[in-house]
T-cell receptor, first 114, second 113 residues
Framework: AQSVTQPDIHITVSEGASLELRCNYS??????LFWYVQSPGQGLQLLLK??????LVQGIKGFEAEFKRSQSSFNLRKPSVHWSDAAEYFC????????????FGTGTRLKVLA | DTGVSQDPRHKITKRGQNVTFRCDPI?????LYWYRQTLGQGPEFLTY????????KSRLLSDRFSAERPKGSFSTLEIQRTEQGDSAMYLC???????????FGDGTRLSIL
């Protein structure tokens, strides 16, 4: 069955430090992959997506992610974190084979220290 | 592009009552999704519409849950005889086609007393 794993529930980084959020997936074919960000009480905002082509994708707010088929990973990175990046980040894959269903990870909550 | 709109933003109700939520997708987005998100979890897929046709429902959707999209525009999600476990954020998302990502609304937070 298709699945998404975000191994880190919480991550704390200092402002200005680099960031990497991990995402591993299980999927029977080349998936569509997404990273979303959610602030408290809000919906999800798309940061970036991978459908095909270049495995390094650029997103909004200075984020990027790299699709590594051999590792079944799609890690999110940012070279220098800003205090406003504090939020919850979700990796998603979909649609699941034979369905219209998108599968989200359990999220990583990012805390940024001033 | 006014974004996906959900109403109400918050709903507090007593156990056993019925509730209905509304979602207005981005205009011309023919694909509409409902998700449920509980604390500390990612969104869980509930159901999917393509235009007015409900093409997929999750097993999470018990017989107390029903969703409609009568004219292929706005959608409603109804929960009958609410239970404590229904307390969650209900998110709606829309997309124009399968090659475009979903755009999410800000959700309806349901609290069951």
């Amino acid at each position: 069955a298709q699945s998404v794993t975000q191994p880190d529930i919480h991550i704390t980084v200092s402002e200005g430090a680099s960031l990497e959020l991990r995402c591993n997936y299980s999927y029977g074919a080349t998936p569509y992959l997404f990273w979303y960000v959610q602030s408290p009480g809000q919906g999800l905002q798309l940061l970036l997506k991978y459908f095909s082509g270049d495995t390094l994708v650029q997103g909004i707010k200075g984020f990027e992610a790299e699709f590594k088929r051999s590792q079944s990973s799609f890690n999110l990175r940012k070279p220098s974190v800003h205090w406003s990046d504090a939020a919850e980040y979700f990796c998603a894959v979909g649609p699941a084979l034979g369905t219209y269903k998108y599968i989200f990870g359990t999220g990583t909550r990012l805390k940024v220290l001033a | 592009d006014t974004g996906v709109s959900q109403d109400p933003r918050h709903k507090i109700t007593k156990r056993g009552q019925n509730v209905t939520f509304r979602c207005d997708p981005i205009s011309e987005h023919n694909r509409l999704y409902w998700y449920r998100q509980t604390l500390g979890q990612g969104p869980e897929f509930l159901t999917y519409f393509q235009n007015e046709a409900q093409l997929e429902k999750s097993r999470l959707l018990s017989d107390r849950f029903s969703a409609e999209r009568p004219k292929g525009s706005f959608s409603t999600l109804e929960i009958q005889r609410t239970e404590q476990g229904d307390s969650a954020m209900y998110l709606c998302a829309s997309s124009p086609n399968s090659n475009q990502p979903q755009h999410f609304g800000d959700g309806t937070r349901l609290s069951i007393l």
